[in-house]
């Protein structure tokens, strides 16, 4: 076991460059600039919400849906139920389903109500162009 611990930076440096051992800091970097770059959005939602759940499927269709010009590759939904938190059920009670984009500093942004009438290929356009902004 010893030996094998011992061999791990060897092994390393065997891909990192001219042999030198790789930049763990630059890696780290990296996975948190693709992980900035994601988009995410919240569906605050409940159960037995109909036009929730419609909704719901949509934006899991318009996410998966590829070979077109509004692709969403890195679409993160987040579910939150609003019976779970009293904070959420004042504010959204008869708002829902309410869709927020998460900024890159964490806070929301309440995006315009999408019906879940609506095609898989309009929710998808309208998606991609609040991350296009």
């Known amino acids: 076991m010893a030996a094998a611990l011992s061999a791990l930076p060897r092994a390393a440096s065997r891909f990192a460059p001219c042999g030198r051992r790789p930049n763990f800091r630059a890696i780290c970097a990296a996975a948190a600039a693709g992980e900035a770059s994601k988009q995410r959005l919240v569906l605050y939602t409940k159960p037995g919400c109909c036009l929730c759940d419609g909704l719901k499927e949509k934006l899991h269709a318009a996410s ?58 309009l929710i998808q356009k309208k998606i991609y162009s609040v991350f296009d902004q």
């Open 64 to 121: 998966l849906l590829a070979g077109t010009a509004y692709s969403l590759p890195s679409l993160e939904l987040q579910e939150r139920d609003i019976t779970t938190n009293p904070e959420w059920e004042r504010l959204y009670q008869y708002e829902i389903p309410v869709l927020a984009k998460v900024l890159p500093d964490g806070t929301e942004e309440i995006l315009p109500r999408i019906s879940p009438r609506l095609s898989v290929e």
